[in-house]
């Protein structure tokens, strides 16, 4: 079964600092991988998304993240933390052949940024 | 800003009853997903509906069911409620087909309070 770990439920940075989110998934064929972000009160918002173009995937508010099919990886990047990044922010893959829509989710990072 | 809404904001019930959760797609959306987040968790996949079938289900029980209608609008209905059942519920709409590379959008949520 399809599975995704993110390593570190809590992540603190300073402000214009680099932020690294990391997330690895389990699967023998290579998923399509997600990231969401959910601010306080809010639902989730995509980030960015892999569906097996570029391995480098650019995302909104300066994110982006990199598919390592060796490292089984797809960790989240942001040259420089600003205040309003501070939120949880969600790893998620898909079945390439799941036709019912099935996010699976990982457990969640929350990031602070410090002033 | 998305354009899926739920509703109640808030819903406290007690063990054993009846509880329905509405959501409202974005205009044009045929896909509806639902997810279960518990606190401190990542959100659980319950089940997809696609044109007003169910298009897939997560390992959630039978107690658990939904409704898709014509006009973009959702239910979720769980039945015999029990404390375990104390979640955010969030719903999310795609417009396609419920495919794996779909980006699904989510609503802000309904926190079900079960005592």
């Known amino acids: 079964a399809q599975s995704v770990t993110q390593l570190g439920s809590h992540v603190s940075v300073s402000e214009g600092a680099l932020v690294l989110l990391r997330c690895n998934y389990s699967?023998?064929?290579?998923?399509?991988l997600f990231w969401y972000v959910q601010y306080p009160n809010q639902g989730l918002q995509l980030l960015l998304k892999?569906?097996?173009?570029?391995?480098l995937v650019k995302g909104i508010n300066g994110f982006e993240a990199e598919f390592k099919k060796s490292e089984t990886s797809f960790h989240l990047t942001k040259p420089s933390a600003h205040m309003s990044d501070a939120a949880e922010y969600f790893c998620?893959?898909?079945?390439?052949?799941?036709?019912?829509?099935?996010?699976?989710f990982g457990q969640g990072t929350e990031l602070s940024v410090k002033p | 800003e998305t354009g899926v809404t739920q509703s109640p904001t808030h819903l406290i019930k007690t063990r054993g009853q009846q509880v329905t959760l509405r959501c409202s797609s974005q205009?044009?959306?045929?896909?509806v997903s639902w997810y279960q987040q518990a606190l401190g968790q990542g959100p659980q996949f319950i089940f997809q509906y696609y044109r007003e079938e169910e298009n897939g289900r997560g390992n959630f029980p039978p107690r658990f069911s939904g409704l898709q209608f014509p006009n973009y609008s959702s239910e979720l209905n769980v039945n015999a409620l029990e404390l375990d059942d104390s979640a955010l519920y969030l719903c999310a709409s795609s417009l396609g087909s419920g495919g794996p590379t779909d980006t699904q959008y989510f609503g802000p949520g309904t926190r079900l309070t079960v005592l």
């Open positions: 998620a893959v898909s079945d390439r052949a799941n036709q019912g829509g099935k996010l699976i």
């Open positions: 699967s023998s064929v290579p998923p399509y």
């Open positions: 205009s044009g959306h045929n896909t």
């Open positions: 892999y569906t097996s173009a570029a391995t």
